[in-house]
C-alpha cells in the first residue's frame, strides 16, 4: 500500500502504540506519527500499582516494545510534546512546541487522568496520585523509606496501591465512603471479600466514610475525616477515579459526552478522526448503549481496530470489557458489563479464595469474575454472550462445565 498520507495519533499510551503498530503491520506505507506528552515511549501501566512499584522488576520490563521498535518500523515519536490545539476543518494538530502536523487521519488516544480532591490540604507535598511510571517512581522512594500511608479510595488503584504497601511493610490505613471496598463494580457480597483480605493482610479498613482534610506544616502530617478520626502519616495516596482528558477533542469540536463518543468502528462525529482506548466512549454492539472502559484491555484491543477503520477496513469492536487486578497473592479477571443485578452467584469456594462469581439479572448472567481459578474467561464471555436463562444450582456447581450452560435451558439471541 503505497501511501503519501500522514496519520497522526495523540497519545503515547498502549492504545496509541497498538494503533501504530497496527497500521505497519496491516502495510500501511505513509508517516505515521505518535505525540505523547510523557518523556518515555508508550509503556504498561499496570505494573505501576504492583511489581514495578514494589521494585520488583527492572523499568525495560514496562514497555510496549523494545526500545528499536519505532525506528525500526519508521514510525516518528514525539515526546515530551503535549497537542495543544486540534483544527479539525484543515485537519492539524499543533503542538506546544509550535510544530504543526497536517493529517489524513487522526487517533485521539489521550486516556485518562485521576480525578483530584479539592479538600484543604491537597496541595501538600506527600499528597500523592498514581497515573504515570514518573508517579510511580516518586512513590516507590516513599515505600523505601516505610512509615504509615492513608489510601483515599478503595477502587482499583487504592486497594492495589494499599496491597503493595503492606508487602512493603508500611502500616496502612484505606478510606472510601462505601461499605465495602471496590463497591461500585463488585457489590456488597464481593466487596466483602476483598475487604477481608486486606484486613488478613493487616490493613485497616475506614469504610463509611471520608476525608475532610490533610493536614501538616509542609508536608503531609495527618489526615483528617469527616467523622472526626485523625490520622497520622508520613504519606497520602488518592485513587478517587479518572476523568478523561477530552480537552483536545473538545477543541476540535469533536462530540463529548463523558469521553469522545465513538461509534462500534470507533469513528469519531468528526470524519477522519477516530479515538480509543480510556478516552472513548464507544457504542457497544452487545449492549447497544455506549460504555466507556479504563481498563488495560479494552486499550489494548481498540487500538488495533481504530487502526484498521483509519485503513477503511470498517471492523466492529464489540469484545466484552475485561480487566484484571492483582492484589497480594489473589488474581482476579472479571469479564462482562453489569452495573445493576439482581443476585450474585458464587462457584467454588470464596473462603479459600478460589471461586468465580456470576452476577445475574433476570436468571442470565451479565459479568464474572474468577478469582484464583484460572483458563475460564472464554466461557464466562461465551455465557454471557449467549444470554441463556441459567439454573443457579447448575451455575454454582462446579462440576458442571460452564460451557453446559450456554445450552442448558435454552439460550435466546436477543
Ligand atoms: C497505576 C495503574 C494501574 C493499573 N492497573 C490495571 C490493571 O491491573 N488492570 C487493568 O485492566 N487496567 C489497569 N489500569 C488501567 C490501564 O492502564 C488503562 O486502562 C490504560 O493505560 C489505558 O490506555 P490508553 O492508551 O487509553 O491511555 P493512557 O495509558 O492514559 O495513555 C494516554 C497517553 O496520552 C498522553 N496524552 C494525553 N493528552 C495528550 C496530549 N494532548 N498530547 C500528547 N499526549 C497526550 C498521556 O500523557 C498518556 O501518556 C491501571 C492504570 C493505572 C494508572
Known sequence: MTSEQTFVIVGAGLAGAKAAETLRAEGFDGRVVIVGA?????????????????????????????????????????????????????????????????????????????????????ALDGVVYLRSVADAEALRERLDRGGSMVVVGGGWIGAEV???????????????????PLERVLGTEVGAIYRDIHVDH????????????????????????????????????????VEPRTALALQGRVYVADGIVVDEGLRTSVPGVFAAGDVATAHHPFYSRPIRVEHWANALRQGPIAARNMLGLGETFDRLPYFYSDQYDVGMEYTGFARTWDRVVFRGDPGRREFIAFWLANGRVLAGMNVGVWDVTDAIETLIRSRATVDDRRLADPDVPLEDLVHATGASAA
Open 202 to 241: 493487616g490493613v485497616r479498613m475506614l469504610l463509611g466514610t471520608g476525608v475532610q482534610a490533610f493536614e501538616g506544616s509542609a508536608a503531609v502530617e495527618r489526615v483528617r475525616t469527616i467523622d472526626g478520626r485523625v490520622l497520622d502519616c508520613d504519606v497520602v495516596v488518592v485513587g478517587v477515579g
Open 38 to 122: 510523557e518523556r518515555e515511549r508508550p509503556y504498561e501501566r499496570p505494573p505501576l500499582s504492583k511489581e514495578y512499584l514494589r521494585g520488583e522488576v527492572e523499568r525495560d520490563t514496562i514497555f510496549v516494545h523494545g526500545e528499536g521498535f519505532y525506528a525500526d518500523q519508521d514510525i516518528e515519536l514525539h515526546l515530551g510534546r503535549t497537542a495543544a490545539s486540534l483544527d479539525t476543518d484543515i485537519g492539524q494538530v499543533g503542538l506546544d512546541d509550535g510544530t504543526r502536523l497536517r493529517y489524513d487521519r487522526l487517533l485521539i488516544a489521550t486516556g485518562a487522568e485521576p480525578r483530584r480532591l479539592s479538600i484543604p490540604g491537597e
Open 162 to 180: 494499599a496491597a503493595s504497601a503492606r508487602q512493603r511493610g508500611l502500616d496502612v490505613t484505606l478510606i472510601d465512603p462505601h461499605a465495602f
